[in-house]
């Protein structure tokens, strides 16, 4: 069926370090891809998207290239802060009438000064 | 722009009591949806309302979950009576329509069931 994979947290890097959170998918048609972003004590935002193949989303300095020939998202951010130190989730959105958000389990990541 | 609003924040109870939790959406969302977020999962959808119509309840165990957006507006989740494996952060999510990419969430509620 429909899966998303992400890697297992938690993350812990040095400010200034670069990120990779791994996520790959599995589901049929041309799904949309989406990273979304749980700081502590906050709701669930959107930091990025991508609708098809080949789209980069960015935001906030973090990129995700939609690769369909891998079935990968991957989220990267050249120099994270303490402020990135959040759990990120990366989700699909299948194609179609049944668009309902299909979800990893979540990476947390911690960022030290 | 005000966001979606939950309340309770947190609640507390023994098992086999009932608990209900509400949800205010972003001021012409016509889209709603009710998440239960176990710790270390990803959110798993309970139930999606288009207005006040039900779209999706698939996993929404409906011998002790019952949920209502009566007016298109707010809504309540429901859980009566509660077992120990409800423990969670339960999140409401608004969005312009089904169609809409972006979903926006709440704080969540954090049920914890003794």
């Known amino acids: 069926g429909d899966s998303v994979t992400q890697m297992e947290g938690p993350v812990t890097l040095s400010e200034e370090a670069f990120l990779t959170i791994n996520c790959t998918y599995t589901?049929?048609?041309?799904?949309?891809l989406f990273w979304y972003v749980q700081y502590p004590g906050e709701g669930l935002q959107l930091l990025l998207k991508?609708?098809?193949a080949d789209d980069k989303g960015s935001n906030k300095g973090f990129e995700a290239t939609y690769r369909k020939e891998t079935t990968s998202f991957h989220l990267e951010k050249g120099s994270v802060q303490v402020s990135d130190s959040a759990v990120y989730f990366c989700?699909?959105?299948?194609?179609?009438?049944?668009?309902?958000?299909?979800w990893g389990l979540g990476t947390s990541l911690a960022v030290n000064p | 722009e005000a966001g979606v609003a939950q309340s309770p924040r947190y609640k507390i109870i023994e098992k086999r009591q009932s608990v209900a939790f509400w949800c205010n959406p972003i001021?012409?969302?016509?889209?709603l949806y009710w998440y239960q977020q176990i710790l270390g999962q990803g959110p798993k959808l309970l139930i999606q309302?288009?207005?006040?119509?039900?779209?999706?309840d698939s996993q929404l165990p409906k011998d002790r979950f019952s949920a209502e957006r009566l007016k298109g507006v707010d809504s309540t989740l429901k859980i009566q009576p509660a077992k120990l494996e409800d423990s969670a952060v339960y999140l409401c999510?608004?969005?312009?329509?089904?169609?809409?990419?972006?979903?926006?969430f709440g704080p969540g509620t954090r049920l914890t069931v003794t």
């Open positions: 309302f288009q207005n006040n119509g039900v779209v999706d």
């Open positions: 989700a699909l959105r299948l194609a179609g009438n049944n668009r309902k958000l299909i």
């Open positions: 999510a608004s969005s312009l329509d089904s169609q809409a990419y972006e979903q926006y």
């Open positions: 001021s012409g969302h016509a889209t």
């Open positions: 589901a049929t048609g041309y799904p949309s």
């Open positions: 991508a609708t098809k």
